[in-house]
């Protein structure tokens, strides 16, 4: 796996730094977010490169992880294209300022790398091993493709509403009336469905894998981060907090 891994790990951080240039041209980061899935494939192209055997399994793999991140990576980019720099990479633009520029680079653009090139590891292991197509990897994949239906519906939902309460309200109806993020809990299901394929014949540690990426979705850039600004950009989103689930989908309180 070693031998697969440096070249990976090659490609992810030339890609890093490309877009690292290309910020330092817009003065503008927030495109890493378009970046980021993209990460993912690269990993995986890279790997399939140097894999002597396709088989449908590693097919079916990529074909899933390809579906996430296309989807991902033009959903984030038609969002934010034409936009000032996204909320939270201003507050990181000014707390690290003066210097930024340079800081960036790790801050920003090459943590971004190291993190894909942890949590793309089952994926990676899933195609070192040739083993067949099984009722495992068919129960991961669909868990997979239900979480990336599940976040493209709350991010139209979310998009319709933004489009007409761009500076006021609060978004109940929908998913969003279940939990305050069905969006993040969509990709949540996504990475435990990714690590289920490599379940069966995969090192233990993968799981690191899943984990890391629920500790980023709650606590680091999602929900977490979400919530320390949107209570004073959103009146009565504190009510909101009250009554819904903050991540897995459950009947609101009220």
Do not use: C
């Amino acid at each position: 796996m070693v031998a697969i891994y440096l070249p990976i790990l090659t490609n992810l951080v030339t890609f890093a730094l490309a877009g690292w240039v290309l910020s330092l041209a817009t003065k503008n980061v927030t495109h890493v977010d378009s970046m980021w899935s993209l990460f993912f494939v690269l990993a995986l192209v890279t790997a399939m490169s140097q894999t002597s055997i396709i088989t449908e399994r590693h097919v079916a793999i990529m074909i899933a992880l390809f579906v996430w991140a296309s989807r991902l990576s033009g959903y984030l980019t038609l969002r934010n294209w034409g936009q000032p720099e996204d909320i939270r990479y201003q507050n990181i633009r000014k707390n690290n300022s003066p210097g930024f520029g340079i800081k960036s680079i790790y801050i920003i653009f090459l943590f971004q790398a190291l993190l894909a090139s942890i949590i793309v590891l089952p994926l990676i292991g899933s195609l070192e091993n040739s083993r067949a197509y099984n009722l495992i990897d068919k129960v991961g994949l669909g868990i997979v493709l239900f979480g990336v239906f599940f976040q493209s519906i709350a991010d139209i939902q979310l998009r319709r509403f933004l489009r007409h309460n761009k500076n006021k309200g609060v978004l109940r109806t929908g998913l969003w009336k279940y939990s305050r993020h069905p969006n993040y809990f969509g990709e949540f299901l996504v990475w435990w469905g990714f690590y289920l394929v490599s379940l069966d014949g995969g090192p233990w540690f993968f799981i690191i894998s899943p984990l890391l990426m629920t500790l980023l979705l709650l606590k680091v850039s999602g929900v977490g981060l979400m919530e320390q600004t949107i209570t004073n950009r959103r009146p009565g989103y504190n009510q909101y907090i009250q009554n819904t689930s903050s991540f897995i989908p459950w009947p609101p309180k009220n």
